[in-house]
């Protein structure tokens, strides 16, 4: 039976780690967190210009974890330097000892690659000691507490990576969220589109094999090419991922804004 995943982003989801072959059935339209971890550095390095940086990551989270190996390899290949690597775990809520010794280090940049709960206090703290380097993180960020926990004029040089905005002009997601504000009267986050995406993904796959048998799905689905999603124009790669720009996300004021969108 075909699977789309809207939202898993681990590697392991649509691959078997033992082996390394690629799950028949098992699909996904989100990109994949080594996806996030290379783009951020990439942004990081060429967009900010950072030759050193910090990763502050949850030791806890395989997440977090996975994120920031990626972004430190990538970071590291573009001739960047990681002067400070710190952990903290699921539910810390005081950050200021680990962010004083960060600042002591002098990155340019900081990488925290965790979930909102803790990130936004973290970043709330590394301001009032006066750490205003820029920091950025991946799509657990996204969610409307970063600011009520964190503060506006705190997250200002915050960045992260996440799979759409609904700031964009892109007429697509311009309907989309038009269609989805007059339904269910709020602005629809990431998850809402990708949510979305996953289930055009399955009706063009069905128009596609013009059957409703799994196996047949399963099959269209290996072949969609250019399918065009809110989230983006995407293909299925061998891995069953989707090959697709991920969006660079910086707050200005409390605000999400779209900073950059960057192709694989």
Partial sequence: IPLIAPAATAANVTVDEKTGET???????????????????????????ATTAA???????????????????????KGGTIVAEEGFVTHDRDFTATLTKIKNANPEF??????????????????EIKLNVPMGGGDGWDSPDM?????????????????????????????????????????????????YDAVQLLVQ???????TDPVAIAEALEAIKDFQGVTGKMTIDEQHNPIKAGVIIEFKDGVQTVNTRIQP
Avoid at 55 to 77: H, P, Q, V
Avoid at 116 to 126: M, T
């Fill in 23 to 49: 799950m028949d059935y098992i699909f996904r339209v989100c990109f994949i967190d080594p996806f996030q971890g290379t783009l951020m550095a990439q942004f990081a390095a060429e967009n900010l210009g």
């Fill in 55 to 77: 990763i502050y990551s949850d030791t806890s989270n395989d997440y977090s974890k996975g994120l920031a190996r990626y972004f430190k390899e990538t970071f590291i290949a």
């Fill in 110 to 127: 900081i990488y925290v690659p965790g979930y909102y709960e803790e990130v936004a206090p973290l970043i709330k703290q590394a301001r």
């Fill in 147 to 195: 600011v009520s926990v964190a503060g506006g004029e705190a997250l200002n040089n915050t960045f992260f990576t996440n799979h759409y905005s609904s700031q964009d002009k892109d007429e697509n997601i311009v309907a989309f969220v038009e269609a989805f504000k007059a339904k269910y009267n709020k602005e629809p986050d990431a998850f809402a589109a990708l949510g």
């Fill in 205 to 211: 796959a069905i128009k596609d094999a013009d059957s």
